[in-house]
């Protein structure tokens, strides 16, 4: 069975194929995929629109039982929606001088619950704030079995937590940091635009602002 290395939002995968290098997709327009290239792999299914061709040789891979969906399909995009029992988490983080007085803010929403974090950090860096939103967003989060997804408009975050960028800064909040996101058997990172109008992007940066207005 030929597989090919394609791009799957923050992993590299290998995508089943025809003898022409084409995805083979099912009715719904989703692909087998696998994340290792090695015999037994588990298959997993994935929306053709969500993949990115990369350069790399075909190969044959013996794989081994598909892995039961806990995802539903979105039926306007058609693209894998979450499962509806997903903690969504957005973060951000404020700065005022960076360094200065910074902040954090926090929105969990779990099904019909949700909850708010606004915590003035001390002297920061918007770096530091971003991180520390997501830290301790995640630290909120205690049944770390269940998908969460985590909203954030840092790329710099988001790139040390998923692309394994080298840290060059904040090294001991970013090894604390990596170390919670093992915890979590499925966690997926969402990058939104700043400050573009999207609610809930809005709120946690009111959030993270009020902290370091109400301790100056």
Not at 53 to 60: E, F, H, R, S
Not at 170 to 181: D, G, I, M, Q, S
């Amino acid at each position: 069975m030929p597989w090919m290395p394609h791009r799957l939002r923050d992993a590299d995968v290998w995508a089943r194929v025809d003898t022409a290098g084409s995805l083979i997709k099912d009715g719904d327009g989703r692909v087998e995929v696998v994340y290792k290239a090695a015999p037994g792999a588990k298959v997993y299914r994935a929306g053709a629109r969500n993949l990115t061709a990369l350069p790399g040789p075909t190969v044959d891979i013996e794989v081994g039982a598909p892995v039961p969906e806990r995802d539903t399909k979105d039926t306007k995009t058609g693209a894998v929606a979450p499962p509806k029992d997903a903690v969504h988490v957005w973060t951000d983080g404020a700065c005022s001088g960076n360094p200065g007085p910074a902040g954090l803010g926090v929105v969990i929403i779990d099904g019909d619950t949700e909850r708010e974090l606004s915590e003035y950090l001390g002297e920061g860096t918007n770096n530091i704030a971003e991180l520390m939103a997501i830290y301790r967003g995640l630290e909120e989060v205690k049944d770390r079995k269940r998908t969460v997804i985590v909203y954030s408009d840092s790329s710099y975050s988001i790139g040390l937590l998923t692309q394994n960028w080298k840290a060059k800064a904040n090294t001991e909040l970013v090894t604390k940091l990596r170390a919670l996101t093992k915890q979590f058997t499925d966690l997926r990172f969402v990058k939104v635009a700043g400050h573009a109008g999207i609610p809930l992007n809005e709120r946690v940066d009111q959030l993270a602002t009020g902290a370091v207005s109400r301790r100056r």
